[in-house]
């Protein structure tokens, strides 16, 4: 995630960082190009037929149709991701507030909070393809770690690790009903976040949506410059840049918070989000606490 | 569902799998046509009647103003068919958790979950017709599942059958009160998930609404060609091509998006979704876990 | 509501059922004589002032603006009423199942679940003035019927009934704690529901939105012919007709969406719902199930 | 509220009452004039500099995004103060409801309901002012009614007393530990919607959208002469008279609704709610229920 | 937040406290100015090269989009932080209630009703920077504040105060199961809504949409002047004008908003509402209660 002030005024057209400019570079550079073949070639060569800019009016309407819904569909998903994970955060400081109601301090406790530590590393892993065995070997030991990366669903593992705890407590009279209840409640939560999360993670936008969008784009971009010959003159090949950028912009800014979960520089932070909970269970535990992670270069990982 | 990557640049005009092209290709082509017929008309036979090109600039706001709101609506019913389903694998994967909190590893475990599965693949025969007696028979054997799918409701069938042990488990003392709440509360929870796919099946948007779109998009194509002869010149059949391409191929695709449960192309893979619910059953009763389902030729089922 | 495939090509413009042109064929004859006349007049009698028809595209681009909104808040209205009757068939299941659990067979379950139908046919009757006596009389019996239909509010009176029920099985030792919280808990359901279907029964979007959308439609109408002058020609009265159609169809179908609970062909299906209902207490009590309801010439009541 | 079905067709512009043509009079006048004056100035005087209506069209464009914006923000204010409210009559009979099942009738059931109706009457008198003192004192008499509203806090008085009456049962043996959580879960609904209802009228739309708004409609309808000099020509003032009544129509509608609890037309009719709850109080404490409130004049307050 | 009366007519063009004109001012300007410069050399000395109104409608309407999207996001985000706010005051008044019911009058309620208050001091200077030491002694005492503010994470360490409080009181046998559950779950909306309330603050909109957003409103009104040139005539520099202050102002506008906890004119009054919680809790432990924060000069801190 790009974390960084609002630009003042005169650094607005300056930043490359964040920006999708040069990602889309060879489609600006492609529609002025063209736009400045057209324009030559009907003033110094020979008429080209000329299409009139109302007509460009109707079809950009379509387009600004498509590129609206993508755009609000693609934020919307960016923000649940961020939501979800958001939420986990919540319930991690619930349940670690919780097991102190219900039973105070102890083994049980760092036990159970550790292995939601590995949970979400493990979750981490699943979505974004991180190392994380490091990470999980920090909280619940090297040996759990590699146990639990060996199991086909290994967050899932983690779970099922605290689950058999809970069972154990209760049997071994260390929690009473109340307790059993208001943890196994809390730790439904998590499974919920992971199922969102994964519905992000493997269900794109439908595809057929991409198609048109980028389908539409480029032969609004070929036609445009027809469009220009009666209505821009000389400003042709300046006014087909800008459009360029403004509707390749777009499709390539919904691409990318389509898939928020991708190593890429407005993705979710899950390593920072990670940290903030590790840091919330040193708190709960009383041990020493790491750092927050800050932006390296403006990008929050 | 069809899971593909965005094309790469010049691929974008090539693909046809998950592209809409191929149904409207007779709308297309009849549009294109007409459109060359009226051309063709007023220059070399006798003048038609031209219409100016901002008429259709008030008329193409309104048909946006219903594709919009057809399309927004269709992709929620779309994406809430997927959240449905993601919600149901969360509920399957908590139940086991709880299961695993209040009754421990056992019969009554195994009982339980298996039934769930088969729910799961009853009420997917239920939404879209398939033929699942031996996805049910792999969980709860040949006999169970003949009774299951000869019950007028079959998948509520199978959920009858867990609330009738999950009574007997209580009566035998094998749960206590504290799980036997919890595990009605969790089990309440597939009823709903089924109320909602019924309602997303039963219940499309209006029929007024499909017929206003379609008849606004076909009397918007029969009408452009005239606004074109003054302002797209020669270029008039690409313009009506592409108008034709952008309207009638975002109808096309919510009409698809409107029904998720139909077996087409872009519909939500339930076989795949069923296998994923599977798999986690495996886990949670420490069988052998088959693999996930992949996609053929670019399209999960 | 009207349950009908969308018609093939060729049908589209042939079918009534459903359609809103029936009801706003007035609107569009008396549209397309205005532009008729208006035309005929300034051709042959005396020139007609001509309006530039970029005025109507401002004027057509805040009428858009209503039409949409009221267009969304009416299908939301609609599509809400649906959630609502979907969530009490989920709630009732769930009720079935939750009375399996924790009160097993017997005359206490058939008691609950035949005054939770009674309480959906009352329901019924209070949001659409049917006649239910006889579909409550078939289920708890003539003489109960009549008492409850005597009451103030029948289908609270028939709730009043189920907790006193719930109360007199708590005491009677037929229910424990559990249970009786359980059940207390759904039961609670059911006068949310009925306070959602209240407020959208009793409470229409506000008044004084259908004004400006009907007069903002009558007045485009209205001045729309003497823009058409100069843009049009002879297709005056055609394109008066279209926008006509497609204003006023507007205006309609969000009228229609807006009362979903009206008895007309666009309504929420409540009698198929409550057949429904009653189907799954059939399936629950082991009770022979009657049939769905099926559409009478394309109408599910 | 405004209680009026749609008006037939002929009716639609006769209505006065719900209309806001009667508050915007003025700045229809002023912007009808001040066309009429321009045009006059510019065929007669001198010429005035014109405008093309397609500038108009582009600033049109801004200002519908502003005044639809607004307009969607206000409409959800406005539903969702009828949805609190709505759900605190469902909140109020499920109480009823559990009353009934965890502790049955008599002095308990009737101090808790009368109090709950008590809470709503003065809560309607923290949001509008209304003077409550006699409703107050029909339910709970006037010496507790004197009490309460001497409070800082009159509705919360009333949910306290609640909340000690609820102890006192539960240390009386009046009720279990089950009723006691089960009627303290529902109890904190109230305070919840209340706060809801503070929000909505403490916390308006922020102030600077409303300057915004009203601005830029100024300065479209003293803009818009100079552009309707070439294009609408004596229909000029018919123009300008027309788009003032769409755009401040719309920025005053947005205003009231805005404001939900105001004592205006289109408010929430909190007596007539308040009224609901009354009736459903009497008939669970089988007590006989005052009418339910009609509109006087087509309003509902 | 800006607490005002919407303007009378004449003052609407007055107000500059809660406008964004202060802020744009220097845009404006410019935008006016070269527009001037491009009118007066296009007139007097050489031709510039015109661009035709209709190419700015395309792009105004890009960027209308990009506005419009932005616009809801933001408000969405600030209505979001009010939202979670209510959700904090409904969330202690039924802790308040729910103590009164499960635990009495005494120093227990008095303990817990008190660290909540220093929690919501802590987190709003977590959130604003605000130094809210004086305010956490006024209720916890100095020596207790000193201790929370020395902790990694303040208010979180207020919450395990009252976690530890609450485990005690159950092993004292001050209160039983039913409350312990009951507090717990309450408790556990607190670090909820935290966690909602850091999101809104260290997750902005994605830079990339304000990179966008800025650099399209730029190239728009340096573009436009070329424009108005044929269709503007002398109006020009006042057309500019008006069109910087409504794509500025917005932009401006929305900045604001997405960040709701800034201290600026339109954040949400975090110190006001914590004023109320404070005010809650003196009524439910019968302290005597501070006043209601007012506006100063129209704002509300």
Known sequence: MIVRDTPRRRDVFLILKGSVVPRILPNIAAATLWALAVLLIDRYLIAMPHVSIAVMGVFGLSLSLFLGFRNNAAYDRWWEARKLWGKM??????????????????????????????????????????????????????????????????????????ADRLREMAEGGRIDGWGQRALAERLACFPAAQAGNERLMTTPLPFVYSLLVWRATYLYCGLLPFALLDSAGWFEPLVAAVVAYVFFGLAEVTHELEHPFRDQPNGIPLRAMCRVMEIAVCHALGRPAPPRLEPVDHVLD
């Open 89 to 162: 955060v919540a319930d991690l400081r619930s349940l670690a507030q919780e097991l102190r109601i219900f039973t105070g301090k102890g083994a049980d406790e760092a036990f159970v909070l550790d292995h939601i530590l590995a949970f979400h590393h493990l979750h981490r892993a699943q979505l974004r393809g991180d190392r994380v065995e490091e990470d999980v070997s920090r909280w619940v030991g090297a040996e759990t770690a590699q146990a639990l990366l060996r199991d086909g669903n290994p967050p899932d593992a983690a779970l099922r690790a605290v």
